[in-house]
Every structure is written in structure tokens, then in C-alpha cells.
């Protein structure tokens, strides 16, 4: 087993969860985080605060993963064979992340996020109806670059500029990762899965 520290992009983190180059195995807890804490977490990256590493191993095994978060479905899926990088820890701020940008709905609940252009922050839904020309929905924002330049566009320069601002700063965070990798074991990474997880249920390689 090798250790490999790393920075891995937003934008880069957010293409390869698209192409499933990066997955998350079905042995770990259910979503549990609520609007708020993902608010927290947006802030944070928003203000370049550190929020923690992902590990990540690197792996040709197929394994038993999540293909949904609430009504939003993952799309496509690897070439058999291919390396995929499986989230070992780091799966709660990941499908916040992809949960917010997506707007997804789960259990009922919607996860729309604004940003407020004025203030520079984020917002829940319900706290934006008496502001709503200064705040722009999230998951409009991560869209491809024709899209996003026709939204800056509807702006004022202020606006704008902190709307670019913002799109800087996220695609352009450094997500510390830690890659395991030359382990082919699966005994090894639930062990290392446990040890991160201690107070969770005992992992065996049956549960992969």
C-alpha cells in the first residue's frame, strides 16, 4: 500500500464524479447532512477555509456503489477495467457538494442554494424571496462556459464581478486528497475504512 497526498481541483473533482472516474461505495452510512451544515461547507470553500481531506482508493476492482443521491442520477459509467478512484472517506462533503450544485431532491426535501450577490454568501431558498435579483441559484452556476458567460451577463458589473469571483474561487479550490494506492486487498482497505470509521460497524470484504 502506498500513500499518495495530493490537490485535487473542483472543477477537476466535479468532471470525474460525472464520468464516474470517482465513486462511492454502497458499505458507507447514508446522507445525513442537513441544509445548514451544507451551507457551512459552501461558505467555507467560498472563503478558501480548509474542510478536511478525501481519501481515495485507487483501484481496477469492481465494487457495490451509489448510482443516486435522492432524485439526482449519477450519469454514465467507466469503461470496465478502467482505474476508478472509490471514496474511502469524504462521501458526506462530496454528495453535499453535488447535492447543492444539482439542486437535488431528497426525501421530500429540496437543496436549492442562492448566492447572494451583495453580501457574498450563501443562502438557503427560504431566505432569499425578499432579495432574489441580487441571488443566483447555484446549480445554474456549474454549468458549461457558454452558460455560465450568458448568466454573468445578466448582471450589472458589480454583480458580475462577484459572481466571476466566485466561480474562480470554487473551480479553482484545492481539495486536499490522499490516494491509496498499490492495494489490491480489500481486507487492507476496510481496515483502513474502520480505523478512520472507529466508531462504526466492524467492514469485511463481503460487505464490498
Known sequence: MKIHPDFLKFETL????????IKIPEFQRDFVWDKNRIRKLLNSIYHQYPIGSFILWESTDKIKCI???GNYEFENEPTEGNQIKYVIDGKQRILSL???IKGANIDGKEYNFYFDLEECK???ENEVSQIMGRCVPLQKIFLNSVEYSDLANNYDNKYRTNLNDLYFRFNNYPFSVVYVRNENRLKNICDVFHVI???GKKLTPVSL
Open 14 to 21: 466535479l468532471s470525474e464524479f460525472k464520468e464516474r472516474k
Open 67 to 69: 448510482d443516486r443521491i
Open 98 to 100: 453535488i447535492a447543492a
Open 122 to 124: 450563501f443562502l438557503e
Open 197 to 199: 470509521n472507529t466508531t
